[in-house]
């Protein structure tokens, strides 16, 4: 027999999935299946159906669940691999911010290895989320830089995107150029976006700094992150970054 406390997560879980399977819809699968080129997994639920009852659902939790069983809760969730599952459990442990540590910041971490499977996951994940264990100074800049020598390319895209909210909110343009630097030569085109969306944030902050790192690595990045960076620059200026 279960404990009492596991079984309150399962019946969550179930209620959860219980709605996800009523509301299922084709018409919305097919709809934004073509902008997840890495693969989709979902029910098929419109999102405005889903915004109140993530609400109503995450209430619940607090009511009746611990901290650590909500985080189970959330796990048990990513790894159905369902898109809209792994959407609840993300908004969930946004809900946790003022119980965030670095534990379940390392948490995250194999999180992003095992579950995390396309970029609107990590997206959401390294804005709504990671960025406040940094912004809140749970953990510090160095300890989510360790995450660009993961194995798993959504941990790795995961540093800069992460980055482009702290330093829209910081101006830490050092720290969005050593992360720059980490993961300019990445293999994974996932990762050139993110480094790209990163390093054109930063030069909102620094036009110049940005500018000559991007002079600097003008040869060796790959296009992808020289095309994301010098986006807002202006045309004629722009042509000094293309490759001798």
């Not at 619940?60 to 459990?89: A, F, M, P, W």
Request: charged fraction near 35%.
């Amino acid at each position: 027999m279960q404990p009492k406390q596991d079984q309150k997560v399962q019946e969550i879980k179930q209620d959860i999935r219980n709605f996800l399977m009523k509301n299922a819809d084709k018409a919305i699968i097919k709809k934004y299946a073509r902008y997840f080129k890495e693969g989709y997994d979902p029910y098929g639920v419109a999102p405005e159906k889903l915004g109140a009852k993530i609400k109503e659902w995450f209430k619940d939790c607090e009511k009746r669940l611990t901290i650590k069983q909500i985080v189970n809760l959330c796990e048990e969730l990513l790894k159905s691999g369902k898109y809209e599952e792994t959407s609840i459990g993300i908004r969930f442990i946004a809900g946790l911010r003022n119980h965030y540590n670095k534990g379940l910041f390392n948490t995250m971490g194999r999180w992003f290895e095992k579950y995390i499977k396309n970029w609107a996951h990590c997206d959401t994940a390294c804005g709504n989320v990671l960025s406040s264990f940094i912004e809140d100074k749970v953990v510090d800049f160095k300890d989510l830089l360790r995450w660009a020598d993961s194995p798993g390319k959504w941990r790795r895209r995961a540093v800069p995107v992460t980055m482009v909210e702290v330093v829209s909110k910081t101006g830490n343009v050092a720290q969005a150029l050593q992360a720059s630097r980490k993961l300019v030569l990445d293999p994974e085109r996932v990762v050139h976006q993110g480094v790209g969306w990163l390093l054109r944030e930063a030069w909102k902050k620094s036009p110049q700094k940005v500018e000559d790192f991007l002079y600097r690595w003008k040869d060796q990045a790959p296009r992808l992150v020289i095309q994301y960076a010098t986006e807002k620059i202006d045309k004629e200026k722009r042509k000094k970054f293309r490759r001798g």
